[in-house]
């Protein structure tokens, strides 16, 4: 059974820190491209970023890009995703997902397994 379990969320002032984590377990992690995707009230799930199988290669939407970091420890069966400078607008519950094809894919109905999420809310 597939599991992917995230935490790390919290509540934080505008301009701080938050990092997520996100644990796999019942999968073969190190052939999974992992996403980070969000949902914020009333609006639809939005991709965040994506990293390769091998951690050498990742993607971001442009609202995050040179403030969140997306890396993986396939020896942990983990993904992170470090987020610095956070803006109101990064309010959202933040998902973890794995897709089991090769290219990493921005559109979430490509993504295999998702975890319940996890709660991070920014206040101004």
């Known amino acids: 059974q597939v599991q992917l379990v995230e935490s790390g969320g919290g509540l934080v002032q505008a301009g701080g820190s938050l990092r997520l984590s996100c644990a796999a377990s019942?999968?073969?992690?190190?052939?999974?491209?992992m996403g980070w995707f969000r949902q914020a009230p009333g609006k639809e799930r939005e991709f965040v970023a994506a990293i390769r199988r091998s951690g050498d290669s990742s993607n971001y939407a442009d609202s995050v890009k040179g403030r969140f970091t997306i890396s993986r420890d396939n020896a942990k069966n983990t993904l992170s995703l470090q987020m610095n400078n956070l803006k109101p607008e990064d309010t959202a519950v933040y998902y973890c997902?794995?897709?089991?094809?090769?290219?990493?894919?921005?559109?979430?109905?490509?993504?295999?397994?998702w975890g319940h999420g996890t709660q991070g809310t920014v206040s101004s």
């Open positions: 997902a794995a897709d089991q094809r090769f290219i990493v894919s921005l559109n979430p109905e490509e993504y295999d397994y």
């Open positions: 019942g999968l073969m992690f190190s052939i999974y491209v």
